[in-house]
């Protein structure tokens, strides 16, 4: 676990829940709230790291929230909504918000923006070279490098190598890979994601075989350390 903490209130129970499991997915321990009042409470017993208010929810709305937090913090801030209108973004802005994401939204799309404002805030290390046996990738060049040489990914096999890596021993669902990758709200053809494996796998050449497949379950990224 990262030591992380981040306090997430949403009071649309299915997105809380879907949410704070993709963030427990990347390390962070997530304290939820269905409404202001709560998250408020968790607040004060326990302060976080992260903030994701929701800007509508009953007791205390978003804004009520931000304005409590940014009372004696200045942690980073993200404010989730179904509206789109560019006041109540500068309202947002103006109360000291850091970033704001417009719902529907993808997991993918949320738990980058929650790793980019946490890295800004000197809160997450930012290496960005990881080494394993066999295999180098830097996230920042979004270069992958084995025994043959550079390894030509497209954007989303970088992606998925990355989850792999950063999951690696233990087991994922084709689900769990399909709403981190491709989006929660993806309804196309699950096959792509096999697809997209094969041609992973292929490219990595010897290192392709660290991606596993678990019958009747998913796939497991392993290599001998």
Not at 67 to 82: F, G, K, N, Q, Y
Not at 150 to 155: A, E, G, N, Q, R
Not at 183 to 198: E, S
Not at 207 to 221: A, D, H, W
Request: with cysteine; net charge negative; charged share 30%.
């Amino acid at each position: 676990m990262s030591g992380i903490r981040i306090l997430l209130a949403e009071d649309d129970s299915n997105l809380r829940k879907l949410i704070a499991k993709y963030l427990e997915t990347e390390g962070y321990s997530v304290f939820s709230a269905e409404d202001g009042e709560k998250a408020l409470d968790i607040w004060y017993e326990t302060p976080a790291d992260l903030a994701i208010l929701d800007v509508m929810m009953p007791n205390a709305n978003g804004w009520e929230v931000l304005s409590e937090i940014r009372e004696d913090s200045d942690i980073p801030v993200i404010m989730l909504t179904a509206k789109r209108e560019e006041e109540d973004r500068l309202k947002g802005f103006d109360l000291g918000t850091d970033d704001y994401i417009t719902k529907p939204f993808s997991t993918r799309e949320l738990i980058m923006r929650v790793k980019a404002l946490l890295k800004r805030s000197g809160k997450l290390s930012q290496k960005s070279r990881i080494d394993l046996p066999g295999i180098s990738v830097d996230s920042d060049s979004k270069t992958v490098h084995t025994a043959s040489g550079i390894v030509d990914l497209s954007s989303r096999e970088f992606e998925l190598l990355l989850y792999f890596i950063d999951n690696k021993g233990h087991a994922l669902t084709r689900l769990q890979i399909l709403d981190r990758i491709w989006g929660y709200d993806y309804d196309g053809d699950t096959r792509v994601l096999d697809t997209t494996i094969k041609r992973l796998r292929y490219k990595l050449g010897d290192c392709g075989q660290c991606v596993r497949t678990l019958r009747g379950t998913g796939y497991i990224f392993e290599v001998k350390e």
